[in-house]
């Protein structure tokens, strides 16, 4: 089956402490994308990556890190800088990372929550 | 900067009314997709309008385009409990990166 994976499905972290977010896809496709969801609120833009071995910051970068090492991965990394990680992290990649009308396809999304 | 935002935040209709959510872009867009999320879910893509005024349909669902291209809405026909959940649009400038709305979540009451 072709799709997104992330993983885990759930997370805890104890304040200041770093936590890295797994996301894998099998699609073939050349961006990725990072999203993070708070309750009741939409997706805002925190990383993504149009090829491998580059990324550019989104809307809430501060206290995020990401690489593209592989085509197929795109981990997160969130640090102790984030001043409130808690939230549902989602990863995304579209086919192509210069065409504006490609369909984005969605992981199953990971659940961060800082005891 | 760039803001997309929707209305209602929240719709709750009795099984069979119709629901329509609206789309509104602070900059004229390229092309808008719509996304569904189910509850606990991940965001499925639905429709990608790219015309100005264009309208498309699925099933009961209808989608629409506005003229000036800053506007968006979806239109569901005779709701069903299936219909559950949260309808976000995400708006494009013309680059690779969306803008997506802040949602309506629909709850369909049997």
Known sequence: DGGITQSPKYLFRKEGQNVTLSCEQNLNHDAMYWYRQDPGQGLRLIYYSQIVNDFQKGDIAEGYSVSREKKESFPLTVTSAQKNPTAFYLCASTLSGGARTDTQYFGPGTRLTVL | ?110
């Open chain 2, 1 to 110: 900067g760039q803001q997309v935002m929707q209305i209602p935040q929240y719709q709750h209709v009795q099984e069979g009314e119709d629901f329509t959510t609206y789309c509104n872009s602070s900059t004229t867009l390229s092309n808008i997709q719509w996304y569904k999320q189910r509850p606990g879910g991940h965001p499925v893509f639905l429709i990608q309008l790219v015309k100005s005024g264009e309208v498309k349909k699925q099933k009961r669902l209808t989608f629409q385009f506005g003229e000036a291209k800053k506007n968006s809405s979806l239109h569901i026909t005779a709701t069903q409990t299936t219909d559950v959940g949260t309808y976000f649009c995400a708006g494009s400038s013309g680059t690779y990166k969306y803008i997506f709305g802040t949602g309506t979540r629909l709850k369909v009451l049997a």
